[in-house]
């Protein structure tokens, strides 16, 4: 008989989330882990960079304070300071996930688990062998490097390094304008270093709304930030403690000098030594196959998170870690709707996005009309001094559904909920705009942009 019902190998939001809603459905669950609970999200993504970045967000207030009727003399930071706290606050996060896998009922093994056979998880270089009904593979995913470039931790570096400096550099080369990309390019700007960004796609945030890039591009350019898209990288040479880059550009050769250069080139997912080739579990390109249940092809074997390939966000993961678990317990698991899940990047100013890009929508075919409108002409915008950006609405001609929405601007992420629970109404962009927004909110720029798609916002 088997000891456990689900055995989760991997403890990010994806693996510890499907282990702890296993427990609430009352089935027997195990995570193994070999390193700290909460995966690359909670200990060296998404919560200490953002830690990082309310610092960052912080500073920039402060210097520009004037326009506010405050101003000081001799301002003082201290980034080693500010990732020390990112670091305690991991610490606080990590302790409070083993204590809800503890209360309910889930067991934390640690060890570096693998498939061994059917229903068989064991430890390397342990002698325990798991045996369970069903196992879900929640083992994330890696950065990926460029051919011919090898991370060195010290001047090379990916986010795992970046985000536990102690300082700042002085020169920074960022390859890569994702998500990752530009927040550090954005965070080490507001320290003070001296950021390039290269871009191998014409856009930095490639996979967002071009315009809304269009923007963010211009925000960065004003800040300093050195941006070259269309840039393919061809060589780098370290020589001593710094970094020489040469890349090609439809201008031209370029080449930028950095102390540390920032690999943010995407990730592959971990896949590989964990058994699941002898089981004949299909992976294409690093990543593990799945149906709507987060089920393989394989009987008794799921997957969920950065494992199982775009898109690499952890509350993806999480939805698709209570989703394995319910299809584990019997129960049907809401269907995930991929492109509709919210996006957001937390530079200065915010990016946040759901659904279909208008070019995207196009391609599929859809008759769209499009709404916008400017934050310069919100009033909460306005008394905060943050006016830049601009919401977007894309909807269906005929019928108003919603079909994507784009913003760029002061805390846009914190709109996205509203968005989610819009596109899992089927709401319009008409019952969205006639909906009562609180006044002075920045919740009003989206219900203008979605009255601005049939030529009814009031406020421009």
Known sequence: MADYDVVVIGGGPGGYVAAIRAGQLGLRAAVVER?????????????????????????????????????????RHDYGQATARS?????????GVEFLLKKNKVELVRGDGYIAGPGEVRLRNDSRILRTGNVIIATGA??????????DG????????????????????????GAIGVEFAHLWRSYGSEVTMLEMLPHILP???????????????????????????????????SAKIIASTARGEVQVEGDKVLIAVGVAGNSGGIGLEEEGVVIERSFIEIDERMATNV?????????????????????????????????????????????????????????LTEAEAISRGHNVKVGKFPFRANGRAMTMEETGGLVKVIADAKYGDLLGVHMIGPEVSELLGELSLATKLESTNLEIGRSVHPHPSLSEALMEAALAVDGEAIHI
Request: glycine fraction near 8%; charged fraction near 20%.
């Open 35 to 75: 390193e700290a609970v909460g995966g690359v999200c909670l200990n060296w993504g998404c919560i200490p960079t953002k830690a990082l970045l309310h610092c960052a967000d912080l500073l920039n207030m402060l210097q520009h304070a004037d326009a506010l009727g405050i101003s000081f003399d001799n301002l």
């Open 87 to 95: 670091r305690k606050i991991v610490d606080r996060f990590v302790k």
């Open 154 to 177: 010290h001047t090379v570096i990916t986010s795992r390094e970046a985000v536990v400096l102690a300082e700042v550099p002085k020169r920074a080369v960022v390859i890569g304008a």
């Open 299 to 355: 009987s008794g074997v799921y997957a969920v998170g950065d494992v199982t390939g775009p898109p690499l966000l952890a509350h993806v993961a999480s939805a698709q870690g209570v989703a394995a678990a319910e299809a584990i317990a019997g129960r049907q698991p809401a269907k995930l709707v991929y492109h509709n899940m919210p996006r957001a990047t937390y530079c200065h100013p915010q990016v946040a996005s759901l659904g």
């Open 207 to 241: 996979l967002e709304d071009e315009e809304i890039s269009q923007v963010l591009e211009k925000s960065f350019t004003s800040r300093g930030i050195k941006l070259y898209t269309g840039a393919r990288v061809e060589k780098l040479e370290i020589r001593d403690d």
């Open 142 to 151: 890696s950065a990926r490097s460029l051919p011919g470039i090898a991370v």
